[in-house]
């Protein structure tokens, strides 16, 4: 299957699921769309996404983070945008922000709240991933699991979830 198609199919699953039944933007000041340098991981394929509809509010680059897949090293390429967006063209990460998938040691999947995001979002300080609204965290899970079936996907969610370790190990660390 073609990628983009793929990942524009699952985009729609969230047009209208939101972790939380209001605005939770109001609340922080839209913290997770400040545009700044930390950019968003796009899934394996999913740079296919932003070539075919090329976003005049995005690049895409390529992270430090790598996975192995085949014998083949591959770099993660990350989402830059300018702290605005078309709501419909945004990226996985973003629309399923503050939750991820994650696997652990054993290769089980969970879908958490990202480590990354307890510093700038205040949903996870309040809410477990089950506490979010049904549709939403239903349907992070049911795009995870369908993407693991993915052998690619899956090396990069393996090496992915021990990089969030690492910054999980950061973050008790430095108790930001
Ligand atoms: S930082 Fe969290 S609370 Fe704020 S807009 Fe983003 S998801 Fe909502
Ligand atoms: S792409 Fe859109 S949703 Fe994602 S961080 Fe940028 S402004 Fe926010």
């Known amino acids: 299957m073609n990628a983009a198609y793929l990942y ?4 729609r699953l969230f047009d209208d699921a939101t972790p939380v039944p209001f605005d939770c933007g109001k609340a922080c000041g ?36 790598t996975y192995i897949f085949d014998e083949k090293e591959y770099r993660v390429p990350i989402l830059f945008c300018k702290g605005s967006c078309d709501r419909y063209q945004r990226p996985l990460s973003c629309r399923i922000f503050p939750l991820t998938p994650y696997l652990d040691k054993n290769g089980r999947l969970e879908i958490i709240n990202d480590p990354r995001a307890k510093s700038v979002c205040p949903l996870p300080l309040a809410f477990s991933p089950e506490e979010y609204e049904r549709t939403f965290s239903d349907n992070v899970r049911k795009t995870s699991k369908l993407l693991l079936f993915n052998p690619r996907i899956a090396a990069f969610l393996e090496a992915y979830s021990r990089y969030l370790d690492e910054f999980e190990q950061f973050y008790k660390q430095e108790d930001i």
């Open 8 to 11: 524009l199919q699952l985009y």
């Open 30 to 65: 839209r913290a997770c769309c400040r545009g700044d340098d930390s950019g968003m991981f796009l899934f394996p394929g999913e740079e296919a996404v932003f070539s075919l509809l090329k976003p005049d509010w995005a690049s895409v680059e390529y992270s430090d983070l």
